[in-house]
Antibody, heavy 117, light 110 residues
Framework: QVHLVQSGAEVKKPGASVKVSCQTS????????ISWVRQAPGQGLEWMGWITTNNGDTNYAHNLRGRVTMTIDAFTYTAYMELRSLSSDDTAVYYC??????????WGLGTLVTVSS | QSALTQPASMSGSLGQSITMSCSGT?????????VSWYQQHPGKAPKLVIYDVTKRPSGGSNRFSGSKSGTTASLNISGLQADDEADYYC??????????FGTGTRVTVL
């Protein structure tokens, strides 16, 4: 079965960085890209960006360019999302999701990132 | 990067059908057939229910169906069940090579 297992919850101070991991299994890693999506408390879904797993090409949401970096480790089938210069507005559940084209067919359970002084 | 527009809430009785809308522009829904719909129960990850406007994922329920007309996509749920009570989000590919989600619709089953 397809699994996307994310790292645990994080608490960060304003200005800090956070790196969330997403370990995949159960499918051919390089066949599908990985998107990152976040959801602030009580709010809707926000697409953060996409990484292609066969060559590491990335495409980020306009409002996060310069603050976010997505990477992969093709040896461990793991994707990473790093977000820098955190503020309270970045408090959210962060999801990784597998995508073939622009549909996201399998999701991780989410990682809660809390930014608080 | 404005979101697609969805009604905030809808309701329907058990066994009934409901149809929710997702309004965009010619740069997203109107220009491409990469519209997806997701169901999200409270505290859970989203689940894909429709992709490429009308397609259902393998193993998906045939009570969900999608369509598109111009710059508006729609999701129909037939034979409403208690478990259909959830938040529903549309998404679309956008011409600037990004993905945009809708504002979300909360469905209540009466």
């Amino acid at each position: 079965q397809v699994h996307l297992v994310q790292s645990g919850a994080e608490v960060k101070k304003p200005g800090a960085s956070v790196k969330v991991s997403c370990q995949t299994s159960g499918y051919s890693f390089i066949t599908y890209g990985i998107s990152w999506v976040r959801q602030a408390p009580g709010q809707g879904l926000e697409w953060m960006g996409w990484i292609t797993t066969n060559n590491g090409d990335t495409n980020y949401a306009h409002n996060l360019r310069g603050r976010v970096t997505m990477t992969i480790d093709a040896f461990t089938y793991t994707a990473y999302m790093e977000l820098r210069s955190l503020s309270s507005d970045d408090t959210a559940v962060y999801y990784c999701a597998r995508g073939y084209e622009w549909e996201l067919d399998f999701w991780g359970l989410g990682t809660l990132v809390t930014v608080s002084s | 990067q404005s979101a697609l527009t969805q009604p905030a809430s809808m309701s329907g009785s058990l066994g009934q059908s409901i149809t929710m809308s997702c309004s965009g522009t010619s740069s997203d829904i109107g220009g491409y057939n990469s519209v997806s719909w997701y169901q999200q129960h409270p505290g859970k990850a989203p689940k894909l229910v429709i992709y490429d406007v009308t397609k259902r994922p393998s193993g998906g329920s045939n009570r969900f169906s999608g369509s598109k007309s111009g710059t508006t996509a729609s999701l129909n749920i037939s034979g409403l069940q208690a478990d259909d009570e959830a938040d529903y989000y549309c998404s679309s590919y956008r011409s600037d090579n990004t993905l945009v989600f809708g504002t979300g619709t909360r469905v209540t089953v009466l």
